[in-house]
Every structure is written in C-alpha cells, then in structure tokens.
C-alpha cells in the first residue's frame, strides 16, 4: 500500500515524523483528508482535530491554526500548536470555553478575539472528548 509522510512542525519542535496511509485535517473553512496521490495543495489550517491513520493505529492531535501543503507524498503542517489528543484535559477545556464566552466584546476587535478564544476552545474540548 502507498503511503503519505506526515510531518507537524511547531515553533518549538518537529511534533511528528511519520508514514501515513490516510491523514485528515482541520482547514479553516472545514475538513479535508489526504491519502496518497493527493493533488498538491496548500492551505490554511484551523483550529480542530488531526488525525492520522497509519499501520500501527490512529495518532489523534489537537492543532491550531497555521499552514498545510501537500506535495510529492508528504503532508506537510506548520502549526502554532499541536498537542497529542490524549494530553489535553477535558475540565481545563470547558473552563476556557466558559472564560472566553465571558470575554468583554464591545468593540469589533475584541469581539473578533473573544470569538476565535471561544472557537479554539470549543475545538480543544471536541477533540478532548473524542480521546476518551
């Protein structure tokens, strides 16, 4: 069988180096999946689930935000933040929804900023669910 190599990059790290028989992924206007012979692409992430299917299992991770770009076989990701889905917290999510739905929003920018808090944490809460 065909494979993809996916690699997510943060800031800080490579977060994962891999063969993948199927990768699926958050953009930004909603999901796509990659298998092999994908057409080249480059896209804006947001904020969601990660999933990627390989010989072994399923590795679930939460990112957020950044760039993807397919080309030649390899899933490439350049993300702000990823996160294995099994290290997030469900309690420490729904108590970040619960702050950024407080958030102050009476002007068009920090209502612009109370939204994506509350998208992000909506989408770490998702994604802390489904690890269970």
């Not at 977060?15 to 990768?23: G, M, T």
């Amino acid at each position: 069988m065909a494979h993809v190599q996916c690699i997510v990059v943060t800031p800080e790290r490579t977060v994962l180096d891999r063969e993948a028989d199927f990768v699926a992924l958050p953009l930004y206007d909603g999901e796509i999946g990659i298998a092999p012979g994908h057409s080249p692409l480059i896209g804006r992430l947001g904020c969601g689930e990660l999933r990627v299917l390989h010989e072994e299992g399923l590795d679930r991770f939460y990112v957020e935000g950044g760039f993807v770009q397919v080309i030649g076989g390899v899933v490439s990701l350049l993300t702000g933040r990823a996160v294995p889905a099994e290290r997030l917290d469900e309690a420490v999510a729904q108590e970040q929804l619960d702050a950024a739905r407080g958030r102050p929003a009476h002007t068009p920018d920090l209502m612009a900023m109370r939204d994506r808090a509350v998208t992000q944490a909506r989408a770490q809460l998702r994604v802390a669910r489904r690890a269970k």
